[in-house]
């Protein structure tokens, strides 16, 4: 076997392998085709949040029970948490970077909040009013790496505004 | 021809082969035709590489971080230069960890970088480095991959022998290269011989802090101590160092330090040394080194100068030191992962000499010396001989260790990695190296297990392998295969300064450990604003302290009036993100130092000297968000003795 063929043989199987070697790249390809393939329907924020009461959001929180009294010791530890982590872009008395909160538990589910500040990207990618809310804030929500259980504890704080 | 066989049914097969040609554990050579060459490097995007490579920056004082096998750079870590990006050195917080006992010194040489050991394995937690010209040996910790301390050697001077460490890092080493007069005093250079000491320092590591101590200095002859490596298993306990210069030569050593056939091999019980100095032995003298510690806490150095050093004169500790006779200047000084051989280099013989530890035990007990020096015995060269590679190559340098019986000996002439059996001492193969290798590394290849899938070689010399960039060559490394019988060249990769010896771990020790961002909980800096409604502008005379907090896409405050002329300004930055990767970069036109670039929960201080009046802008240096360009500020500066009134605000507020 000469070396032209040879290298001929090479160079078709390397094709060949290279083709076939493609397969673990494409899963990744595949993932992200999966993700591009979910564009927003084109709604407001006002369409988007008609839905709200049945909407729990995008992220860890399946299920919340509210009771019907408000536990005060929680909300008060929801109230530093918030100072401490969220304050520098949400102001109780006035639209900031982000909205206020105030009055956020008669448009929101307490899952959805939850999730929102668990889950901002996750929330802002796939959930219709978090990416209506992104539109109109255009600055997207930090990930402040709250527990869950901090996480409760604020929305138990919202309740009280 | 394997080769061609095996391409040729595969091209036949087709597609039941192709599954075949992806399986990157496969082990045969494939030789210069190799055509997966590429693929056995290659990491694709997204994917990770399996082992860090923590490759010393040489001249450049850092430390670089790569990862193994696709060679790609991921960061480089500040270690005894400043640094413009990181602000290393030059924020408030870092200064310290520069300082020395001659005052603030902003470079380093960076040699010998070495990873802690629990059992003589790898543990993932620190790297350890020395630095050459102001001696120093420094820590990284492997949470943060950040300097967290540093600490001079006193009564040293060119600290090349070091930063080795011990099976369970009890001890981290430095070593003297250039002999000097202890303690430094004004005296003829010519009157060197007998008078100029070689101080061997041990650094006690703290099992859990890490932090460093120097416990004793032994004070040897005046040689130059080249190169260190520690016993490993049966030979823990002992720590072995090169030396050439045993003529003690002043001047010209190139020709003067090159007369003895043979040099040593210093063998010392370290642990006999420690037991001494634990029932009071040694003796304390007068010396002056700074000791910098970094706390992830309060995210700032502090620097200690320490006045005094434990010595230990050799004579004092009878059967703790020896001298092992070794060809020609040896440089390399490699200890096997069983501590049985202990390879000397010589850098000027053809050969590579090894000494066995047990047949060096057996000559001590029968006491079979050839003579003494400086009341040091000198072991018989024959009764401590392992074996000789003979002329395996020109220039042997440094050995590592694949854990399957088998060394590699760089060539610094020849240019070339030598695969060598132990035992046998038989050549297996050799490759060539493009050019004039120095180090190489095995991850682990030190220490009692390596990891011997990858060999990294360090080159000095890389004129005609890279696009050229001026006058200054490309300093570069080569990746080898090491997994079958015959060493296979994968990859050329650039590295940052002089890659002068490297230590390589594989990274499921060391990411899962990665901290990702500081807990704003956490935060004991003292200038710390854990909450944006704290933040303030303080004057204390013509000094200003500004607190200050950043998030995403804001400074708070962005208006700051009531500055005045020659005002000194400190900006105590907080970044209050709590999420990974949100970094954010604050500078100022007019400072005369580097931008600050603050990770998530920390806090960092740069000095602006409010020298013209005006209005004058700050902004993040970092591109942090979409609304990036948007992060940006004021300060107002109003002649001195204005009725300005000093005061802040975000939004008017």
Partial sequence: MNNHKLNTLILLTLAFFATSCGGGSNENGEGETVAEATPAAPMTLEEAEKGWKTNKGVGPIKSVNLAAEIDQTLADAGMVIFEAKCSACHKVEKKFIGPSPKGIMEKRTPEWVMNMI????????????ARQLLMKFSAPMANQSLTEDEARSVVEYFRTL | MKLTKYLFAAALAGAALSFTSCDSSKKESKGALG????????????????????????FSGQLSVYGLPSGRLFKVIPVFSVDGEKAYGFNEETKAMLNTSYGFVPWGDSHHPDI?????????????INENNTPRIARISLETFETVEIIEIPNTAGNH?????????????????FSVPVPQRDMPINEYKGNFKGALSFLKVDPESGEMDLSFQIMMPGFDYDKAHPGRGKSHGWFFYTTYNTEEAHTLLEVNASQNDKDFIAAINWKKIEEYVANGGGKMMPAKYAHNIYSDETHTATSTMKTEVLTVEPKDVPGAIYFLPTPKSPHGCDVDPSGEYIVGSGKLSANVTVHSFTKMLDAIENEKFAGEAYGIPILNFEDVLAGTVVQPGLGPLHTEFDGKGNAYTTFFISSEVVKWKLGTWEVIDRKPTYYSVGH????????????????VAMNKITKDRYLPTGPEVTQSAQLYDITGDKMELLLDFPTVGEPHYAAGIPADLVAPNSKKYFKLEDNKHPYATLNEKDVKVVRDGNTVHVYMTMIRSHFAPDNIEGIQEGDKVYFHVTNLEQDYDVPHGISMIGANTSELLIMPGQTETFVWNANNQGVWPFYCTDFCSALHQEMQGYVRVSPKGSDVPLKWSLDDE
């Fill in chain 1, 118 to 129: 668990l889950n901002p990207e996750g929330m802002v990618a796939e959930d219709p009013i």
């Fill in chain 2, 35 to 58: 055509g997966n060459l590429a693929e056995r490097s290659f990491v694709a995007p997204g994917e990770h590489d399996e082992f860090y490579a923590f490759v010393s920056g040489g």
């Fill in chain 2, 116 to 128: 802690s050991q629990t059992d003589g394995v790898l543990d993932g937690r620190w790297v350890f």
């Fill in chain 2, 161 to 177: 022998s070091s930063a080795y460490v011990t099976d369970n890092t009890e001890y981290v080493i430095a070593g003297t290269r």
């Fill in chain 2, 440 to 455: 190489l590394m095995i991850p682990g290849g030190n220490s009692r297990k390596p990891f011997g899938k990858y060999l």
